[in-house]
């Protein structure tokens, strides 16, 4: 059973850019299907953040971008602020599963 | 502006039976796929399911059994049932517009409810 793997911290100061990497299969990522990135405050619901690999929602800014290479996928936050501190999931399809997988989630601390 | 507002019994005993609906204010109901995911104190979010406009479900396999998830198009609702709670039931659900297997992921959420199941 493959799941979706993300470190379970990163950390950068303002300003900085950090990158979150969501490690997945043949079965998943490595397929082609959509890898979409969430990002949570603690006590809220999620927020897409990222859909279909690297693109954002309207409101989203572009500090935020997504990108998929084999069976691996990462968001990257450049200009780090103070109130990206969250904790981002990146979530995809796994054949083997037949259904939606979620990452065990990345808590990212802005030093 | 698409709202999401949610709701169903917080607190249940083993063996009762999940209940939660959602109703969606703005935007079209026609056309989407309406989810339920959940998500256990401290740990990221489970998928729990989905549901098309016109009523195709799919579930996550390892809780097929015993989800339900309905649609009622003339009241823009979709409702969840979990059949045989138990303690590892425990966690916040929330509704949610889209597809999570689709290109375009899931991108609006109710507020969420916290269920628990003790006795």
């Known amino acids: 059973q493959c799941v979706l793997t993300q470190p379970p911290s990163v950390s950068g100061a303002p300003g900085q850019r950090v990158t979150i990497s969501c490690s997945g299969c043949?079965?998943?990522?490595?397929?082609?299907?959509?890898v979409h990135w969430y990002q949570q405050i603690p006590g809220t619901a999620p927020k897409l953040l990222i859909y279909?690999?690297?693109n954002r929602p309207s409101g989203v800014p572009d500090r935020f971008s997504g990108s998929k290479s084999g069976t691996s996928a990462s968001l990257a936050i450049t200009g780090l602020q103070i109130e990206d501190e969250a904790d981002y999931y990146c979530?995809?399809?796994?054949?083997?599963?037949?259904?939606?997988?979620f990452g065990g989630g990345t808590k990212l601390t802005v030093l | 502006q698409v709202q999401l507002h949610q709701w169903g019994a917080g607190l249940l005993k083993p063996s009762e039976t999940l209940s939660l609906t959602c109703a969606v204010y703005g935007g079209s109901f026609r056309g989407y796929y309406w989810s339920w995911i959940r998500q256990p104190p401290g740990k990221g979010p489970e998928w729990i399911g989905e549901?098309?406009?016109?009523?195709?479900?799919n579930y996550n396999p390892s809780l097929k059994s015993r989800v339900t998830i309905s649609v009622d198009t003339s009241n823009n609702q979709f409702s969840l049932k979990l059949t045989s709670v138990t303690a590892p039931d425990t966690a916040v659900y929330y509704c949610?517009?889209?597809?999570?297997?689709?290109?375009?992921?899931?991108?609006?959420w109710g507020q969420g409810n916290l269920v628990t199941v003790s006795s």
């Open positions: 549901i098309s406009h016109s009523g195709s479900p």
């Open positions: 979530q995809s399809y796994d054949s083997s599963l037949s259904g939606v997988i």
């Open positions: 949610a517009r889209g597809s999570a297997a689709g290109p375009r992921g899931v991108d609006y």
């Open positions: 043949t079965s998943n990522i490595g397929t082609g299907y959509d």
């Open positions: 279909g690999d690297n």
